[in-house]
């Protein structure tokens, strides 16, 4: 079932969609650290993948190219850009494995860490910086742009799923 993006309100800015994306994705990971077995696992890991992939789309089409208009935020994007790449490699390691496979756990574990370093640089280093380098106009234009790509790239990720599943199947 393909969820469509939360419709944003003219209020929101970038920073705080992305924010709020942000403890969507920590709860889906203490989520899927609290169940036990494959099959509950399974619902919740993709969910995981499902919001990380949107997620990933909309800062690289949408929130680093705006970043790369500035001096001042541009040095962050080639870290930024690599522990992406980072996140989707781990991803697709664990889609294409079962919650049960020992080497999961310890990919979630990786994933774990890696996400919660890259928000805190994000929420306390870079979004200071884009609040002053972008007006309010700006970062709330950013959201439908954001809003615009997540759509997009929404069934493509449901795609995505479907094939690693039945990759995953066939391995079991």
Do not use: W
Not at 82 to 95: C, G, I, V, Y
Not at 120 to 144: G, K, S, T
Request: charged letters at 30%; hydrophobic letters at 40%.
């Amino acid at each position: 079932m393909t969820k469509s993006p939360t419709k944003s309100t003219a209020q929101e800015d970038i920073l705080l969609v992305l924010a709020a994306e942000h403890r969507s994705i920590e709860q889906l990971i203490d989520a899927l650290e609290a169940v036990d077995g494959e099959i509950a696992a399974e619902p919740r890991f993709l969910e995981l993948y499902r919001v990380l992939s949107l997620h990933h789309y909309g800062e690289q089409l949408v929130f680093y190219p705006a970043m790369r208009e500035y001096e001042q935020t541009a040095i962050y994007l080639e870290t930024a850009e690599e522990e992406h790449s980072a996140f989707k490699t781990l991803l697709e390691q664990m889609a294409h494995s079962s919650p049960n496979d020992p080497t999961f756990q310890a990919k979630l574990d990786q994933l774990k860490e890696a996400i919660m370093g890259h928000i805190e640089e994000e929420e306390n280093e870079i979004f200071p910086i884009v609040r002053v380098c972008m007006n309010e106009l700006q970062l709330r234009r950013l959201v439908q742009e954001y809003r615009t790509v997540q759509t997009k790239f929404a069934p493509k990720i449901e795609a995505r799923i479907c094939r690693n599943q039945k990759i995953a199947t066939r391995k079991a």
